[in-house]
């Protein structure tokens, strides 16, 4: 094993003095947060008991500086803390009656509550206000977990920090772990922090920057003895098989993924995330996978994240059989529900909240790597990340002892805490789109990029595709600065190429699992009369806009139907496949071509659920890149006008008298894509702003 790299100490004292005394918990904890070997997403949190003027007394008070539930330390800013006076927090000893009334502690914080700060107090905040120093971090890194979570963690405590940093046993966090925290300090009055067992360090100091050195130099140290122990040492006793090479890898997952989404998407859909890194590989290639497997997690935060304990696959990378793999994984996520199933009727109280969703969050797959599912991309890629923090707890826990993870009771008792599922109840009702997969060919121009942000805006992750690499770039940044990186996904296709079309959908499916959408939007536009209409024009638009849509679609099909949850299609034709228009007779029998195609595919996708619909848009000028080369100046020579009074010529020629923009088509996208229209197939939408020769009947 090679030595890791320490942590650096970033305090900038500088920047630091010239911050008021909440500003610096914020620096502190960003500090802290942003190396991901000191705390995990959302993990720990940190404080600070700061004197401040009570807004009805004119006093002064001292008032604890805490993350509020639901935080990242990493991210966090002032609105991220809550507030609460010490006086009352220390008063509510008084009220405590002992740990079989714990939750109920939990209904009193608000009354603590300083300055009527809205953010809600975090299950920990006993655990800071009775640590009798002015500031503390708590924090999960995986070195110090891995020392927790060994069966000897309190001998190694002592064996690696001596009298400096102390231990006490798993204690799940609350009230009574807050009163153990603050004997312990008063027994130990020189102790700079202490390890919990299963479940982090607390350190603590006189100044911000004495407490931000100390939680550093703790966990320094941690894993300059990890390194020094194990050495030399196999991880996870060794190599069983060997990991495919990278282009093995995700042709295997993004085959395996739409079929475990299809599987555990009945209550509701789901997106994937997968990962291949090195410290993953060394874990699903290992002989001790097995067994660590279903040993589970012992901090509970990876707990929560990550569920009693992963599925691991039955794949063998010395013969990769994607078939057989295929053929078995229904049978092994039934038994893994059924399993779950049993875990919950051992262990459920007479008050324990209904079972959850009982499948797998990970999927762990020899020689492949890891696959995790979740609500959206955000909670997967972070439940990955969850559980590489868990591999490396059990890497480093089980090259010095031996690992231990939470007692299954104890896991269920987190898992279906009250407080846990009050928390998920308060969470914001679903968008419309989240979980849902949408690829949307012509992604970067006007009509493509508008349909992407409307299905973004709804909770959907979206893959681009475009055959404009720049363009496509610049559409991917913007939507992802405005919809978060997550979310937006890209791929270089000319839709008239099969092997485009599989590696676009091959993008869907490993980077999200799936798809649920499809937008068919790709296009061009030529204008010329028929005698002067070239083969090779003609045979350009029926390439993109019937074969380019006949492929996207197949495409989807297949994906669809590996799934079995159904589908939507949407085609993005045009008025012109409805009404004739002079000196565009391959363009226009190219869309009309389309629509009877959509018509085809509603037939076909009907027992499965797959639905295709069409959108016919008319005259969308704005933002559009067919308008901006020699089709604007085509259509202007077909009316005999110029190309500035074009856009004004549509607008009165409609009977509405109103333009098409492109976000008016993605309105309608989004109906026929969403569960509004469920109930609809083989439709037209004209969004043209009123033609006759374009009415549908």
């Keep these: 094993m090679s030595k890791s790299a320490g942590i650096a100490n970033l305090w900038d004292e500088g920047k630091a003095a010239a911050m008021t005394e909440a500003d610096r918990l914020v620096y502190r904890s960003n500090l802290l947060g942003a190396d991901k070997r000191v705390t995990n997403y959302g993990g720990g949190n940190t404080s600070s008991k700061i004197t401040e003027t009570d807004p009805l007394t004119g006093e002064e008070v001292e008032v604890l ?50 300055g009527l700060n809205p953010r809600a107090a975090s299950i920990d905040t006993p655990l800071h206000a009775y640590v009798p120093r002015r500031f ?65 360090l607390f350190t603590w100091g ?40 990278a ?50 997690t ?45 875990y919950y009727a051992r262990c459920r109280h007479e008050d324990s909240p209904a079972i959850r969703d009982p499948n797998a969050v990970v999927y762990l797959v020899p020689g492949v790597g890891m696959i995790t599912f979740a609500k959206d991309k ?90 404009d690499a720049a363009a496509l770039v610049a559409a991917k940044d913007e939507l992802a600065a405005a919809f978060g990186g997550d979310a937006v996904r890209s791929a270089t296709v000319d839709v008239t190429r099969e092997e485009d079309v599989s590696a676009g959908m091959a993008v869907a499916a490993l980077e999200y699992g799936g798809l649920d959408i499809l937008v068919s939007n790709a296009g061009l536009a030529s204008s010329a009369s028929v005698e002067e209409t070239s083969l090779a024009l003609w045979n350009r638009n029926m390439d993109i806009l019937s074969t380019g849509y006949f492929l996207v679609s197949r495409e989807a099909f297949r994906l669809f139907r590996t799934q079995k949850i159904g589908g939507s299609v949407v085609f993005v034709a045009s008025k012109n496949g409805l009404a004739a228009s002079p000196n565009a007779s391959a363009y226009c029998t190219a869309k009309a071509a389309e629509i009877h195609l959509a018509r085809c595919l509603a037939l076909e996708g009907a027992e499965a ?39 004004e010529h549509y607008r009165k020629r409609s009977m509405l008298k109103r333009s098409v923009f492109p976000e008016d088509v993605a309105e309608a996208i989004y109906f026929l894509a969403s569960d509004a229209s469920a109930k609809s197939t083989g439709n037209i939408v004209n969004v ?3 033609n006759a020769q374009a009415f549908t009947r």
Excluded at 172 to 180: N, S, V
Excluded at 222 to 233: E, F, I, P, T, V
Excluded at 267 to 278: I, T
Excluded at 612 to 618: E, G, Q
């Design 136 to 200: 503390v971090d708590h924090m999960h890194p995986d070195a110090v977990i891995a020392i927790a979570a060994s069966e000897d963690s309190r001998a190694l405590t002592e064996e690696i920090f001596g009298g400096r940093i102390g231990w006490l046993p798993w204690k799940r966090p609350g009230f009574e772990l807050g009163l153990w925290l603050e004997k312990f300090c008063l027994e130990n009055p020189e102790a700079e922090g202490v390890v919990l067992e299963g479940h982090g």
């Design 298 to 342: 012992s901090c509970p935060d990876h707990f929560l994240r990550t569920k009693i304990r992963p599925l691991v696959v039955d794949f063998d990378p010395a013969n990769p059989d994607v078939e057989a793999l295929l053929g078995g994984l229904a049978q092994a996520i039934a038994a893994y529900r059924e399993d779950y199933a049993a």
């Design 65 to 114: 500086w805490v993350k509020g539930s639901g935080g990242d330390v990493g991210t966090i800013g002032l609105d991220g803390f809550a507030t609460l006076y010490m006086d009352r927090l220390r008063a509510l000893k008084g009220l405590y009656r002992g740990v079989e009334h714990e939750d109920e502690m939990v209904g009193y914080l608000p009354h603590c509550t300083f």
């Design 688 to 690: 043209d702003a009123g």
């Design 609 to 647: 659920q797959i639905r295709v619909n069409v959108v016919n848009p008319d005259a969308v000028l704005r933002g559009s890149k067919i308008w901006t080369g020699e089709w604007k100046e085509q259509r202007a020579a077909a009316y005999s006008m110029s190309t500035d009074e074009l856009e």
């Design 378 to 467: 955000a909670t997967a890629r972070i439940s990955s990340e969850f559980y590489i923090n868990a591999i490396n707890v059990m890497r480093g826990a089980s090259s010095v002892s031996t690992y231990q993870g939470l007692s299954e009771q104890e896991a269920f008792d987190i898992e279906y805490w009250l407080l846990e599922e009050a928390k998920l109840q308060r969470m914001p009702k679903p968008k419309a789109l989240a979980g849902r997969i949408a690829l949307v060919t012509g992604g970067a121009g006007g009509i493509g990029k508008a349909t992407a942000a409307r299905l973004l805006r709804e909770g959907a992750c979206v893959v681009l595709a475009d055959i």
């Design 247 to 296: 282009e093995a890898r995700r042709g295997v997952a993004a085959r395996l993924m739409p079929a475990i989404r299809g599987l555990i998407s009945a209550a509701s859909p789901k997106v994937g995330h997968f990962d291949d890194s090195a410290a993953v590989l060394d874990f699903v290639c290992s002989n001790d996978l097995r067994p660590l497997a279903a040993l589970g």
């Design 206 to 245: 006189d100044t911000p920057k004495g407490c931000y050195e100390t939680t550093l130099a703790a966990i320094n140290r941690a894993m300059a003895w990890l390194d020094g122990r194990s050495a030399g040492a196999g991880a996870f006793g060794g190599a069983a098989v060997a990991a495919l090479d």
